[in-house]
């Protein structure tokens, strides 16, 4: 029987789906999205310029914010890395401390719910 934590609803597996999209239709290293509290999801990939640098998760929480966003229901991000990169993390914990990020592998595998 699966864990109960990495298990998805609808929802959930919605925004997984968008951040696996986006990352496989850029290249980037990762692929991230958010769904707000309206229910508007916005998703994103990893920015890696010789001037800025920003992980998927913080593109996206910063995508949701410039549009309104009053807070956050959930994230998702696709990566290689065996672990969430923190700063994305705070990002989404500034507006929603108890909203779940799933992790999950390029093959969209869920790894991890924090």
């Given at each position: 029987?699966?864990?109960?934590?990495?298990?998805?609803?609808?929802?959930?597996?919605?925004?997984?789906?968008?951040?696996?999209?986006?990352?496989?239709?850029?290249?980037?290293?990762?692929?991230?999205?958010?769904?707000?509290?309206?229910?508007?999801?916005?998703?994103?990939?990893?920015?890696?310029?010789?001037?800025?640098?920003?992980?998927?998760?913080?593109?996206?929480?910063?995508?949701?914010?410039?549009?309104?966003?009053?807070?956050?229901?959930?994230?998702?991000?696709?990566?290689?890395?065996d672990g969430l990169?923190?700063?994305?993390?705070?990002?989404?914990?500034?507006?929603?401390?108890?909203?779940?990020?799933?992790?999950?592998?390029?093959?969209?595998?869920?790894?991890?719910?924090?």
């Amino acid at each position: 029987m699966p864990d109960a934590d990495l298990v998805l609803d609808a929802e959930d597996q919605k925004i997984l789906t968008l951040a696996r999209s986006t990352r496989a239709r850029t290249g980037a290293a990762e692929g991230a999205a958010v769904r707000d509290t309206d229910g508007r999801t916005y998703a994103a990939a990893t920015v890696a310029l010789p001037s800025l640098g920003l992980s998927a998760l913080q593109v996206a929480v910063a995508m949701a914010v410039s549009s309104g966003a009053p807070g956050l229901e959930a994230a998702a991000v696709v990566t290689g890395a065996d672990g969430l990169e923190p700063d994305g993390v705070a990002a989404v914990r500034d507006l929603a401390p108890g909203a779940p990020i799933f992790r999950a592998g390029p093959d969209g595998t869920l790894a991890e719910r924090a």
